[in-house]
Structures are given as C-alpha cells and as structure tokens.
C-alpha cells in the first residue's frame, strides 16, 4: 500500500484539478497490475472479515478520503464549492464510481472516466458565484 502513496499528493493546482488527479490516479492503480490485484484481493477479504475490512479502511481509503475531503473542504472555505456540500457523500460518489468499474463490471476504465465522473459531480457541488478557471458556467 505505501507504494500508491505518491496517488494522495495533490497539492498544486485548483481544487477540481486536484480532484480530478486523485480519482485518475485511482483508475492508474486500478487498471495496472500488480496494485490493482491487490487491491481487488484486499477488498473482496474485506467484504468477509471484519478485520480485513477494518485494515482496508485504515491504510487504504481513509488516507484517500482525508485526501479528498481536505480538498473539498479548502474549497468550500473559498467559495468554490457549495457551502452546503455534502462532503462525505461527495467523496463516495467520486470514488464509488471507479471502484464498481473496477471491481464488478467489464466498463472501460480509463482517465477520461476519471474527467466524465469529476465533471457531473462537479457541477453540482460548484458554487453558482464561483467558476474555476477553464471551466466555463455550466447551464
């Protein structure tokens, strides 16, 4: 697991870049072996033992929720995210998205998937005030 580490270092650039590199990040692991074997092995053992499930969230998906919620949080504070944003579930509907690709279906998985699930959930948690730059208002 420490070896995906550099996937939560995401500190230059606006909060929907570094967003977005962190769920293209997530299908790079997922999509390349052996880290995406492990992966699956570890999540599937985590679906029947509690204490697989409990090592799974410690070292795997809470260092990437931090991550993400630590982005998204900045980002409220500036006013480019809805204050009223729902952050945990922001969270997983970001990564669920790759995870069922990854885990449960044949779907390509590619970065511009990674883009595809950014921008819908992007706009709607994008403060209406706020448009980041490169990114035109959405109607």
Known sequence: MESTRWSLAHDDGDARARITAQVADLVTIMTH???ARMVRFLAGGSVMDQDARDRFEAHWLAPRHDAAAAIL???IDAGQVRADTPVDVTI???????YRRALLTSA??????????????WRAIESPQYREPGHSARG
């Open 108 to 121: 390509p998985l590619d970065a511009g998937y990674a883009d595809a699930v950014v921008d819908v959930i």
């Open 73 to 75: 949080g900045a980002a």
């Open 33 to 35: 072996e052996p880290t």
């Open 92 to 98: 997983d509907l970001l990564f669920a998205a790759v």
